[in-house]
């Protein structure tokens, strides 16, 4: 009797598991709009609801996620209302397109109280030294130097997964080192013995 009573129990739950294993996996792509003048809203975050998982739109508001029929994707950027979307669960294809039209967010800004400068040279010199931020383009521009790319390039004979251990190492050490400084490879023995490898190796040989 027992043992039908956790029979009874555990049917369910394999029934959930199993139509959770065979959930539709689709790859979305589109890109994301304002809703007044449907003009492309750059870098939002894509990300899975419930999952730690997403991506970010590029500067002209294209995206591209991996993401299973049901799941809810969760649109945010500075500026917009967060906007969700359910994926429905009834897709058959691999593939499919979603426009994402974003609403802007009002955000009460702070008191702003204006100053009058003593003197036009003071205000001249005020001027010049005022630290101007890039923005979100330039921003862009500067990960696609070729410098950068050309080092990451590197890294591309270890694979799938050899670049994933390679990024998430790069943000672990950048995560562990903040507030202080920088971990010095000089003073590394493992990074030593990478480098006497790779010059016993000649990879500093000019072509």
């Known amino acids: 009797m027992k043992n039908l009573f956790f029979l009874l129990i555990l049917l369910p739950l394999v029934s959930l598991s199993q139509n959770d294993s065979v959930k539709t996996v689709v790859k979305i792509a589109g890109v994301t709009v304002t809703s007044d003048s449907l003009k492309p809203v750059p870098f939002v975050n894509v990300l899975i609801k419930g999952n730690y998982s997403g991506t970010m739109a590029d500067y002209t508001g294209f995206y591209s996620i991996i993401a299973k029929a049901g799941d809810t994707l969760i649109f945010s950027s500075m500026g917009y209302r967060n906007e969700e979307y359910v994926i429905p669960d009834t897709l058959k294809n691999e593939q499919y397109s979603l426009i994402q039209i974003l609403n802007k ?89 990478r480098f006497i490898k790779a010059w016993k190796d000649g990879e500093f040989k000019k072509d």
Request: aromatic residues 8%.
């Open 105 to 193: 967010d009002t955000v009460e800004l702070p008191v702003t109280t204006i100053k009058v400068w003593p003197s036009y040279e003071q205000f001249k010199q005020a001027f010049l030294n005022v630290e101007i931020k890039d923005g979100d383009l330039a921003r862009a521009k500067k990960n696609l130097d070729h410098d950068i790319l050309r080092e990451q390039a590197l890294n591309l004979h270890l694979g799938e997964l050899g670049n994933q251990k390679y990024m998430l190492d790069q943000q672990k050490s950048r995560l562990y080192s903040i507030g202080q400084l920088p971990a010095n490879n000089y003073l590394n023995p493992a990074a030593w013995k």
